[in-house]
């Protein structure tokens, strides 16, 4: 077999604030052949998602940081060149957590098969990978039913405009907060949200409570910040919030305060509950089976932001927190 030449993306310095080009390289690295019960294959789709900043730090959270001098890690859908392995053939479609890289050697036991007859087949980083499983994991967390008001900010983005769809579709009245109005119409004309605003314009209690005078019942949270405090002050009484992410405090250098109402958690009686979409994975199938039959019916949107080349790839990641992705953001290599 030819001499396989691979590009990787590696941290070579961690980030303060918001990362730069300055704190990743791109290296070339041979790949080996296959051995035996291992398996070749080509990235076709990378993900980049805002959790992975937390794991530039050098603190372990929930899962341990990125090494200094090594390969990223990430969500990626990739084909089989070649097959050692009984479990898998040539041409097979998987998923894996092997991304930044344009190839890879592996066993089978750490890839997803998936099928080839959904496309684009980076749909299974999105709609139907880890963020469309995040979304749809947090709604049932809280058990969203129908005719209630779910409120979800960074609703644009590749959990945020999942959730808003499938809350809508347990038919829900669904509120989203966005960054830009080409954001909010977006929503609004092509997702069918039944309100949304504009959360950079300022004023972000005054624009909810106008899209929600009586109220909500659930705030989906990805951003944290400003729009947290607004959401404790729109729930009801027994309101729930499922804490899925903070955005916008991905990238401080220092901890920045509390929201000011958390009084309002024993007043209102809230629900707070955390997740991580991994503790769910024995999920996986129910949420394929729900989600899929959704795309495959056309009830359920996948919006993507496609960028092209590993080359590009830092950009697009350092974009995630600059707001220049609708939908899913994804590298196509």
Aim: aromatic residues 8%; proline residues 6%; glycine residues 10%.
């Amino acid at each position: 077999m030819a001499r396989l030449v691979s590009r990787e993306v590696r941290l070579v310095s961690r980030p303060t604030g918001l990362p730069s080009p300055e704190n990743f390289s791109l290296e070339q690295v041979e790949v080996p052949p296959p051995q035996d019960g291992q398996v070749l294959v080509r990235n076709l789709f990378m993900s980049v998602d805002p959790y992975m900043r937390g794991r530039m730090n050098a603190r372990t959270s929930y899962v341990p940081p990125f090494e200094i001098g090594k390969p990223l890690e990430g969500a990626a859908v990739g084909e089989v060149l070649e097959s050692h392995a009984p479990k898998l053939k040539a041409f097979d479609i998987v998923t894996s957590n092997f991304g930044w890289r344009e190839y890879f050697i592996a066993p089978p036991n750490v890839l997803h098969a998936v099928s080839p007859d959904v496309q684009p087949l980076s749909v299974y980083l999105g709609a139907l990978g880890m963020t469309g499983m995040t979304a749809w994991v947090g709604l049932k967390l809280v058990n969203v039913k129908a005719g209630e008001v779910v409120f979800v900010s960074g609703a644009a983005g590749a959990v945020g405009s999942v959730a808003g769809q499938l809350a809508k579709l347990r038919g829900c009245r669904v509120i989203g907060a966005a960054g830009s109005p080409e954001k909010v119409s977006f929503l609004l004309d092509e997702l069918g949200f039944d309100a949304a605003f504009n959360y950079n314009d300022g004023h972000v209690r005054e624009k909810l409570r106008l899209a929600a005078p009586d109220g909500i019942d659930v705030y989906f949270d990805n951003v944290g910040g400003e729009l947290l405090e607004a959401a404790l002050g729109a729930l009801r009484i027994h309101g729930r919030v499922v804490a899925c992410g903070s955005i916008s405090s991905y990238n401080d250098e220092k901890p920045r305060p509390g929201p000011t109402n958390l009084r309002n958690i024993i007043a209102k009686r809230l629900t707070i509950k955390g997740m991580i979409v991994s503790d769910w994975l024995a999920e996986r199938p129910a949420f394929e089976k729900e989600v899929g039959e959704y795309l495959r019916a056309g009830k359920l949107k996948h919006q993507e932001t496609v960028v092209h080349g590993i080359e590009h790839a830092v950009d697009a990641f350092i974009g995630l927190f600059t707001g220049k992705n609708t939908g899913k953001m994804i590298v196509a290599l």
